[in-house]
């Protein structure tokens, strides 16, 4: 009997803890984020057992769709804190819009980049993928491939809107719960179609086979959390001026991650026409490492900038300071874990036999430094914009310009190094300190106290654990 008790006692407390991980709206937005970058790394492996140039195709394909959201300019993150602020009935922010307002933009938002990032898909995408198309051993098959990718567009498109939508009136964890499962099954089912029908076309369709179900269903949840009733309450603002209004900061946020991610991606896009498959693919892999790790190490932040906003509009400074600095520390020990943690285990899988082409430790030693020193910034540059003074657009426009420039001397000369250092040399200029002067001084930070607390103990972490990598990985070793 007290051993049937206790059975059931601890079920209760796993059950109890599954629920409380579910709920977290950081957890989730980690689990999202994870499950979307990772579905298209998990047939990788098998990919490489069909070519190494169909490995290549299909990093260089995901890596374009990745692209996508920087065409809509930085707007989503501007609707988040705009719907924020509407959605707890605040009048501190001056420029305040309505709920139904925000959504009919968000509407028209949709349908117009619907079409134009599909006719960029299209040409650019297609003129940028071709290269390692005529390297594959099926032509036809990759072609198929990369059509179904583009013409999916619109479908991604939808989640982004009603995930933008659901985050800004508060609702995170459900929605990214639902994401992420979608995206983990699209993963799996992407692997297994390539493994039966060693088809980059079939892996293609079954891949947005549960993307298709997420849409769905993250419409009808958002319907649930009011989208529908608010696209028919009555016009407050003429769509004009809230476009003007989300305009303002969006152009600027999404300049910079244009010129900034842009070119960090772009890096490994100009290297694949230069490179071989093995290269070309080793790289775009990297990035991919690289593109899990931002995504998961951005979640602190991204799950708590509705109630920075909140916490602003009510001035409580001290509040959101605190909260700030929490989700930074998350985010850096995230980057420091995941990113050491990749470069100890490149070379034990080598002598595990599991070894893929794969960037060397030097290379993913510039690339993890760029990373930490990216979401440093970027944690106090979040922080600082709940003021909806925007500024990305020159911080990540010089280090974009400073990229560009850097990689089309250093990429012909030495390859993936060159990008590689290209994109921490990118990182030094501005972007490592003077995000952090304008919070501290907006704010009144207590500084270096509040970034000795943060940045330090992740810091050291990570340099000690790329070190021991790269100690392994010599030759006499």
Same mark, same amino acid.
């Given at each position: 009997?007290?051993?049937?008790?206790?059975?059931?006692?601890?079920?209760?407390?796993?059950?109890?803890?599954?629920q409380?991980? $579910? @709920?977290?709206?950081?957890?989730?937005?980690?689990?999202?984020?994870?499950?979307?970058?990772?579905?298209?790394l998990?047939?990788?492996?098998?990919?490489?057992?069909?070519?190494?140039?169909?490995?290549?195709?299909?990093?260089?394909? &995901?890596t374009?769709?990745?692209?996508?959201? *920087?065409?809509?300019?930085?707007a989503?993150?501007i609707?988040?804190?705009?719907? +924020?602020? +509407?959605?707890?009935?605040?009048?501190?922010i001056?420029?305040?819009?309505?709920?139904?307002?925000? !959504?009919?933009?968000?509407?028209?938002? %949709?349908?117009?980049?619907?079409?134009?990032? #599909?006719?960029?898909?299209?040409?650019?995408?297609?003129?940028?993928?071709?290269n390692l198309?005529?390297q594959?051993?099926?032509?036809f098959? +990759?072609?198929?491939a990369?059509?179904?990718?583009? %013409?999916?567009?619109?479908?991604? $498109?939808?989640?982004? #809107?009603?995930?933008t939508?659901?985050?800004g009136?508060?609702?995170? =964890?459900a929605?990214?719960?639902?994401?992420?499962?979608?995206?983990?099954? @699209?993963? $799996?089912?992407? !692997?297994?179609?390539?493994?039966?029908?060693?088809?980059?076309?079939?892996?293609?369709?079954?891949?947005?086979?549960?993307?298709?179900?997420?849409?769905?269903?993250l419409?009808?949840?958002?319907?649930?959390a009011?989208? #529908?009733?608010?696209?028919?309450?009555?016009?407050?603002?003429?769509?004009?001026?809230?476009g003007?209004?989300?305009?303002?900061?969006?152009?600027? +946020?999404?300049?910079?991650?244009l010129?900034?991610?842009?070119?960090?991606?772009?890096?490994?896009? =100009?290297?694949?026409? %230069?490179? @071989?498959?093995?290269?070309?693919?080793?790289?775009?892999?990297?990035?991919?490492?690289?593109?899990?790790?931002m995504?998961?190490?951005?979640?602190p932040?991204?799950?708590?900038?509705?109630?920075?906003? !909140?916490?602003?509009?009510?001035?409580?400074?001290?509040?959101?300071?605190?909260?700030?600095?929490?989700?930074?520390?998350?985010? *850096?020990?995230?980057? @420091?874990?995941?990113?050491?943690?990749?470069?100890?285990?490149?070379?034990?899988?080598?002598?595990l036999?599991?070894?893929?082409?794969?960037?060397?430790?030097?290379?993913w030693?510039?690339?993890?430094l760029?990373?930490?020193?990216?979401?440093? =910034?970027a944690?106090?540059?979040?922080?600082? &914009?709940?003021?909806?003074?925007?500024?990305?657009?020159?911080?990540?426009?010089?280090?974009?310009?400073?990229?560009? &420039?850097?990689?089309?001397f *250093?990429?012909?000369? $030495?390859?993936?190094?060159?990008?590689?250092?290209?994109?921490?040399?990118?990182?030094i200029?501005?972007?490592?300190?003077?995000p952090?002067r304008?919070?501290?001084?907006?704010?009144?930070m207590?500084?270096?106290?509040?970034?000795?607390?943060?940045? #330090?103990?992740?810091?050291?972490?990570?340099?000690?654990?790329?070190?021991?990598?790269?100690?392994i990985?010599l030759?006499?070793?």
């Amino acid at each position: 009997m007290a051993k049937r008790t206790t059975q059931e006692q601890s079920r209760k407390r796993a059950l109890h803890l599954f629920q409380r991980f $579910i @709920s977290n709206p950081s957890g989730m937005l980690a689990f999202s984020n994870l499950s979307r970058a990772s579905s298209y790394l998990l047939p990788v492996p098998f990919l490489y057992n069909l070519s190494t140039a169909a490995a290549a195709f299909w990093l260089l394909a &995901t890596t374009i769709v990745s692209l996508q959201n *920087l065409v809509f300019l930085g707007a989503p993150q501007i609707l988040v804190r705009m719907l +924020a602020v +509407a959605n707890n009935k605040s009048s501190r922010i001056e420029g305040q819009y309505s709920v139904g307002d925000l !959504a009919r933009l968000m509407r028209l938002i %949709l349908t117009v980049a619907s079409v134009v990032i #599909t006719l960029l898909m299209l040409t650019a995408g297609t003129a940028a993928i071709a290269n390692l198309v005529g390297q594959t051993d099926d032509h036809f098959d +990759a072609w198929a491939a990369w059509l179904v990718l583009a %013409l999916s567009t619109p479908m991604r $498109i939808v989640i982004l #809107t009603r995930l933008t939508f659901l985050n800004g009136v508060g609702e995170i =964890a459900a929605p990214r719960l639902a994401d992420g499962i979608a995206w983990a099954v @699209s993963g $799996i089912l992407s !692997a297994a179609t390539i493994i039966v029908t060693e088809s980059l076309s079939a892996m293609a369709v079954a891949a947005q086979l549960p993307i298709i179900i997420s849409a769905l269903f993250l419409g009808r949840m958002a319907n649930r959390a009011g989208w #529908t009733d608010a696209l028919h309450l009555r016009r407050e603002q003429h769509l004009s001026k809230v476009g003007r209004a989300v305009w303002a900061p969006s152009w600027r +946020a999404g300049l910079g991650a244009l010129l900034s991610t842009g070119s960090r991606q772009g890096g490994g896009i =100009a290297l694949a026409q %230069l490179a @071989s498959p093995a290269v070309a693919a080793g790289y775009l892999l990297a990035q991919n490492v690289v593109s899990v790790i931002m995504m998961l190490s951005a979640a602190p932040m991204q799950s708590v900038i509705h109630k920075l906003a !909140a916490l602003y509009a009510q001035r409580q400074t001290a509040s959101h300071i605190a909260l700030a600095e929490q989700a930074r520390s998350k985010s *850096l020990w995230t980057v @420091s874990v995941l990113a050491g943690g990749t470069a100890l285990a490149v070379p034990v899988l080598d002598w595990l036999g599991f070894g893929y082409a794969f960037v060397d430790q030097v290379v993913w030693s510039m690339l993890a430094l760029g990373l930490f020193i990216q979401r440093y =910034a970027a944690a106090h540059l979040q922080h600082y &914009t709940i003021t909806n003074h925007v500024v990305w657009h020159w911080l990540d426009g010089i280090g974009g310009a400073v990229n560009i &420039t850097t990689c089309i001397f *250093l990429i012909p000369a $030495i390859g993936a190094k060159g990008a590689a250092l290209a994109y921490l040399v990118s990182m030094i200029p501005v972007y490592l300190w003077v995000p952090t002067r304008m919070a501290v001084k907006r704010f009144d930070m207590r500084w270096p106290a509040t970034d000795l607390r943060t940045v #330090t103990t992740p810091l050291v972490s990570l340099l000690v654990m790329l070190g021991l990598a790269n100690v392994i990985n010599l030759p006499f070793l």
